[in-house]
């Protein structure tokens, strides 16, 4: 079986970019990014989302491989594990919820650079096929894949998660991780995702939601929840409670739900409050590069934004009404007669 360490960071500080974003267009998209914000209403609308989450990566992607890692995603903190390997144990363990075998074919919807799909071949050796709405990501993650020596089992197609062009019952198992809370609509993702899905096959998904914990009428709690919002390119974060119902209403069985997050796993906001003091050291560097103009301007305000981000971030979790780990585990139906038993 093919094995890999490709969770290095794909980037240095003078390479950064807007993505497919011109140089000296960038700092325009970051003013357009947050101008969604100012109009709510066009981010609530499938037409409207390729283009508020497009930008969004567009501006991060760079500044996500460099400070962060191929895997765009948290995990629970793993005593004597290094991030990288906690990181690849969270994406290990999602996979081995599905049942797949070496020559199944696997959907990653939401896939990013690639940074889960490279470990999850890897480890399951199942064909993984990812689908991303931003054509910048494609680039990077078939670069990485080539890089891997995982080209042969890693596969990446530009699209629409709520509009895929794959065809119906075309898949032997899918995931998502932290990727579906772009969607406006979780029963629309969730929906194309259950139409590919061969019957029988099994989905599972880490999505980002408010807990029990967090009450509407704290000041303090909807804050924290709106930064992560703004930071992070999300339509609005669903509660926990909701994604049982919806999984059911597109046709799915609710095999298994859990918060990841939650005790005995160690805190997954630990990386984020030790990154504080690089974020200075790096903002810096950032500043600098810009004024010499090797980083586009922009580079600077979004990674300032990130900063802040990451902060709601860390308040989410030390608060505990915020988590991006609330693990769903669905299957497809066998047949009509088995969805209605």
């Not at 003078?14 to 357009?32: F, M, N």
């Not at 891997?148 to 629409?160: F, I, M, Q, R, S």
Request: aromatic letters at 10%; one cysteine or more; hydrophobic letters at 35%.
């Amino acid at each position: 079986m093919p094995t890999i360490n490709d969770k290095r960071k794909g980037k240095n500080a003078a390479q950064l970019s807007g993505g497919s974003i011109s140089a000296e267009k960038v700092q325009d998209k970051y003013r357009q990014y947050w101008s969604f914000f100012h109009s709510p209403k066009q981010i609530e609308t499938i037409d409207k989302v390729p283009a508020f989450v497009d930008t969004f990566y567009n501006l991060v992607t760079d500044i996500y491989e460099w400070g962060w890692g191929q895997s765009f995603h948290f995990s629970p903190s793993v005593p004597g594990k290094s991030h990288r390997d906690a990181t690849r144990l969270h994406e290990e363990f999602a996979v081995d919820q599905l049942n797949v075998k070496p020559g199944d074919r696997v959907l990653d919807a939401g896939c990013g650079v690639g940074g889960p799909m490279r470990a999850i071949a890897a480890h399951s050796g199942a064909s993984v096929v990812g689908i991303t709405i931003n054509d910048y990501q494609v680039d990077r993650a078939r670069l990485h894949n080539k890089k891997a020596g995982l080209d042969k089992l890693c596969e990446v197609v530009c699209g629409n998660f709520l509009q895929m062009q794959f065809n119906d019952n075309s898949f032997d198992g899918a995931y998502s991780i932290e990727a579906t809370c772009h969607a406006p609509r979780l029963e629309d993702v969730y929906a194309e995702i259950y139409r590919v899905l061969k019957p029988g096959s099994f989905y599972v998904s880490y999505e980002w939601v408010t807990t029990d914990l967090y009450k509407s009428e704290d000041p303090t709690h909807v804050e924290i929840i709106q930064g992560i919002e703004r930071g992070d390119a999300l339509p609005g974060l669903r509660s926990y409670s909701d994604i049982a119902e919806i999984a059911k209403k597109v046709g799915f069985q609710v095999l298994r739900e859990k918060d990841l997050a939650k005790p005995p796993s160690r805190p997954w906001w630990s990386r984020l409050k030790m990154g504080r003091i690089a974020y200075w050291r790096n903002h810096i560097l950032v500043t600098v590069l810009a004024w010499l103009g090797i980083a586009p301007k922009g580079v600077v305000d979004v990674h300032e934004m990130l900063y802040h981000t990451a902060n709601y971030l860390t308040k989410g979790g030390e608060t505990g009404i915020f988590t991006p780990m609330h693990m769903i585990l669905c299957k497809k139906p066998e047949s009509t007669t088995e969805s209605e038993s």
